[in-house]
């Protein structure tokens, strides 16, 4: 028998960390979906308690000692790849000092207050000195990290969301896109015919949740392990066993909350397919944003946005709102309706060929951010400048440019690349899973994901955290991330 | 200034500790309401996991250094016991061995699952021995926190719920009531007249649940601090910010909903009338599970059986199922189905005056139990013998017998006699409320709750748990717990 002391202490620790993570996360749906407002502040209390807990069990004074001395054991791959999330984890919590943690979090919660008023009033200058704060702490944990990982340190910063990830590679990516897409996008538009009419509204709440629910079980999300409710932010949330997605309904619109829908069961089904032996594991964990935000994509978008999923659910969405047989409500309208290109000033709102010319734009701007090479106060004039570059537009004010997006204001930097990386693995994941399992497309043309979703569970979802990003995408479709599937998808949806 | 540094550095830790469990209500109230059954077996893990942190910190080698020097320390009343109550906690926690609370917790588990199937066929044998086996564990505990709190094995127990609660005066109360009950019981039902026909159904599950929601408002339930939704046991859980009660719906019956929201709505008001100030401090909490009773049983039992309260309900009640001026929906109607009594065997759907005969039988048996003086093999010939005596009923099985109540298989021995002590303590407060406040009653008829919500608040939320329960008891109403004030409630009501 082996030895394994070291590493199976650390089992220990990490499957009660994971207790914590997982009781933060119900704690976290309940108050974006059912807590009164009255609630927030104990709720605080709560989930600082909990983080605080959480931060002493994984930097307690063993946890180094454990993880060089597991290092020498014998372990088996998982076990190898798990003990390599683990020291990952707590590389990034024992690196910056808690005086930094602390200020930090102070520095966001002030200036996403700010920002909230900022926006409001669409005044960048309102919130440039608290965010300036954001900044500053933001590049001194960046500074700490790039040491304690041996990474640039914007690269440190994407590290917290895409595991691995590096800007020399994602600058390459990125920049390809963003050369492609003007020209891309005038021809779109050149040949783009007036949108047809769609269903006209009003569409009841109770219809478009009884629509999503239906679509939802379509997909194969598995109702004893989760359920739809509401929240402001639509999002996915809970545990691989208890998974809470959520969405919002516009009477005018059952489109946005249906796809809305389809994307969050999309990063369920992620969840809900992680193996179940690695349950309370690092390894067991979802690779990252980059491929989270893929599976999300890959059934909105790659799948449910497709001529084969409208002429299979147009029927059952007329059905829904007792519109069986009325016009405007037929597969091509929908699909005209799904594939509508139309630039404009807001990220969330953006169809999937300008989506990602927000992403790069921010990507660009962040990186010189914690460069150094961008100063708060030019942010605005960066920001149009690029606009103009890219979607040939300029925000009439900051509400409707800059200070649209929370994320830097909370102190997010790194993050938003993941979206578009996202987009083109779907893209590349999708194309590899018709190409090896033929009868997928037909499939989805009947309502039946059995086959799409074996093929993720297989080559995704079930790989976890064993592989690194880019090794589990060149395992899955023979290459790593390549550009030119995903303009190629492009080029078939909307220049047929 | 006063050095206070060892009180200080409970008080963190204390806090710590309450938002802990905090967050453990709020899980336990999702698990109950919102949680898909497949989430379970993660929800347990996340249970156990914050309830062993909460005990290691509870029981950290520094806690018992602190509170001794803390006594030393100068403390005003509310910080004396603050640091009372944090001993009691610490002396729960920490007398009984990790093995044995796990033994017990294991025993408990799998006690009650038998139980499940032994109630189901009404076959006691079935579950003897897995009851033996809570009842060995719980005397082993009852034993070693005895010599801990220097007081009788059974009032270890009963102290677990109702702090300072000691058997010798329980028995006086609940003997003098069993005295006076079966006397009371055939007169009342030597007067009763034939049941009045009341309203007649289906009653909608959504006026059912309108009516709730306006009736909890009416008694000054605050939904910025709370909601309220369905689960198969109704209960009040949350945090006194953030209070989430329970009820469940028969389309059949509306009043037992009706009473059950009412009911909780009582404990939600207690809870959101703690001090805010000690807030996450033990002394900051309910004084004990009497008292608590006492505040549902006022709501329910006193205020909203009462002829004042149904005169101002009936119309609304009407006006909420669209039965406005039809017959049967009339205050007089009304109160005499809610008066009714009508002895049986199934303690949670006994009436106000049957219901302590349930609750006295229990209590006889436990005390046996605990003192080794009664055998598990006994309880079911012992509970039919005291059925025939106390209510003159024989139960035709088990089922319907000793195997109703979950309490013992899950190893609540010491519980059962607080339903009846805060039946009695309800009554006592409500009196001594309606002498203080001459305008209390007719405000209620108008459905005003604010004079009687403000006396409560003064007299009992508002104390928490600075004094013992029978300190506060006299402190509001001149004098201890008294029987008298009970039973004129009863013969003032079912005897008129």
Redesign the interface.
């Known amino acids: 028998m082996q030895c394994r002391a070291a590493y199976d202490s650390l089992e220990v620790l990490f499957?009660?960390l994971s207790?914590?993570e997982?009781?933060l996360g119900?704690?976290h749906w309940?108050m974006a979906t059912?807590?009164?407002?009255?609630?927030a502040?104990?709720?605080a209390?709560?989930l600082?308690?909990?983080k605080?807990?959480h931060h002493e069990m994984l930097t307690g004074p063993d946890v180094h000692g454990l993880l060089d001395a597991a290092e020498g054991e014998a372990l088996d791959p998982w076990q190898r790849a798990n003990l390599r999330e683990m020291r990952r984890q707590w590389l990034h919590a024992s690196a910056v000092p808690a005086r930094l943690v602390e200020q930090l979090s102070r520095a966001c919660s002030a200036s996403e207050m700010t920002w909230r008023k900022a926006r409001a009033e669409a005044d960048f200058a309102l919130v440039a000195g608290p965010l300036t704060e954001v900044l500053r702490l933001t590049r001194e944990v960046a500074a700490i990290k790039s040491q304690a990982l041996a990474v640039a340190p914007y690269d440190a910063l994407l590290d917290q969301y895409e595991p691995g990830g590096r800007a020399a590679v994602i600058d390459a990516v990125l920049d390809d896109l963003g050369a492609f897409l003007p020209g891309f996008l005038r021809e779109v538009q050149d040949r783009q015919v007036p949108a047809p009419e769609g269903p006209s509204g009003p569409f009841p709440t109770d219809c478009q949740k009884a629509l999503g629910l239906r679509m939802m079980a379509t997909l194969g999300f598995?109702?004893?392990?989760?359920?739809l409710d509401v929240s402001q932010h639509p999002f996915c949330g809970?545990?691989?066993?208890?998974l809470r997605i959520t969405t919002r309904y516009d009477e005018r619109d059952f489109m946005a909350s249906l796809m809305g829908v389809l994307h969050e069961t999309g990063h369920a089904l992620y969840e809900r397919g992680l193996p179940a032996a690695w349950?309370?594991q690092p390894v067991g964990r979802a690779r990252g944003m980059s491929l989270h935000e893929s599976q999300s994509l890959l059934m909105e978008m790659q799948a449910c946005r497709s001529r084969e999923f409208l002429s299979f659910a147009a029927p059952v969405i007329a059905e829904a709102f007792g519109a069986t047989g009325q016009p405007h409500w037929d597969a091509e309208t929908l699909y005209a309706v799904n594939v509508r290109v139309d630039p404009g000033f807001i990220r969330i709102d953006a169809d999937e060929v300008t989506y990602p010319a927000h992403v790069i734009l921010r990507y660009r701007l962040e990186k010189a951010l914690i460069a150094g090479d961008l100063q708060v106060a030019d942010i605005p004039a960066a920001w149009n400048e690029q606009m103009g570059e890219l979607l040939g537009l300029v925000p009439p004010n900051d509400r409707q440019g800059c200070l649209q997006d929370i994320h830097w204001f909370d102190g997010a930097f790194g993050y938003f690349p993941t979206y578009t990386l996202g987009a083109m693995t779907a893209a590349q994941l999708f194309d590899a899973a018709a190409g090896a399992v033929p009868e997928l497309r037909t499939a989805i043309a009947e309502g039946d994901f059995r086959p799409l979703l074996s093929w993720l569970r297989a080559n995704v979802h079930g790989q976890a955290s064993l592989l690194g990003t880019d090794e589990l995408l060149t395992q899955a479709t023979g290459r790593p991330l390549d550009t030119a599937v995903f303009k190629a998808h492009l080029r078939q949806r909307y220049l047929p």
């Open positions: 499957a009660r207790h914590v997982q009781a119900m704690l309940d059912m807590m009164p407002a009255g609630g502040a104990s709720r209390e709560q600082a308690t909990l605080a807990l598995e109702f004893e392990h989760g359920r809970g545990t691989p066993d208890d349950r309370h």
